[in-house]
């Protein structure tokens, strides 16, 4: 169907437009950040504000620095832990047996064996 609409399929604000219409835009710089995997990534600050000394990576999601020399080292992340790993380190063996005694005396007691 040819004819019909001619705005259709575009957007509010669409079109040549230039700083005039749309006002001045605020002074910027670019800041380099690198990973520790190299990669780097060129961040657009408004000119009157403080950089960051860190900055996530967009590629690999590790913090990344200013110094191409020197990133910030990965984080080091604890491995996952289960219920019964928390409690042994809180319990001794001795300890646990213990327990373990008490609670089966008590059912014990309770089916009346």
Request: charged share 30%; aromatic share 6%; net charge neutral.
């Amino acid at each position: 169907m040819a004819g019909g609409n001619a705005i259709r399929g575009s957007r509010v604000g669409a079109g040549p437009m230039g700083e005039a219409e749309r006002g001045e835009a605020a002074p910027r710089h670019r800041v380099g950040f690198w990973c520790a995997n190299g990669h780097e990534s060129r961040i657009a600050f408004a000119a009157d504000i403080e950089v960051p000394e860190t900055w996530d990576c967009p590629r690999c999601g590790l913090p990344a620095g200013t110094d191409q020399q020197s990133p910030p080292p990965a984080p080091r992340t604890e491995p996952y832990k289960t219920h019964l790993a928390y409690v042994r380190e809180r319990r001794t063996d001795e300890d646990g047996d213990a327990l373990l005694e008490e609670a089966l005396t008590r059912l014990r007691a309770r089916r009346g064996a």
